[in-house]
């Protein structure tokens, strides 16, 4: 099976993340980097600064209603 160019940008996306870029001091999308096979490598989208980002799981707090 042969991958399109489309469908090669298509899958990065998928897989991108939203981090604040030291370079760009501000929240940018960061897609992982394509040659190589170390995970947490990834490219700002924005000024192509490579950064190194800990996989983390995101922690949701929900509170019961308060009793008054």
């Not at 993340?17 to 096979?37: H, I, K």
Request: with cysteine; net charge negative.
């Amino acid at each position: 099976m042969t991958t399109t160019t489309a469908s090669r940008a298509d899958l990065l996306m998928l897989s991108a993340v939203l981090a604040t870029c030291a370079d760009c001091a501000a929240e940018r999308v960061f897609v992982p980097v394509q040659d190589t096979t170390a995970e947490g490598e990834f490219c700002c989208t924005t000024c192509d600064a490579a950064v190194f980002l800990m996989p983390t799981t995101p922690h949701v707090l929900r509170r019961a209603g308060r009793a008054a």
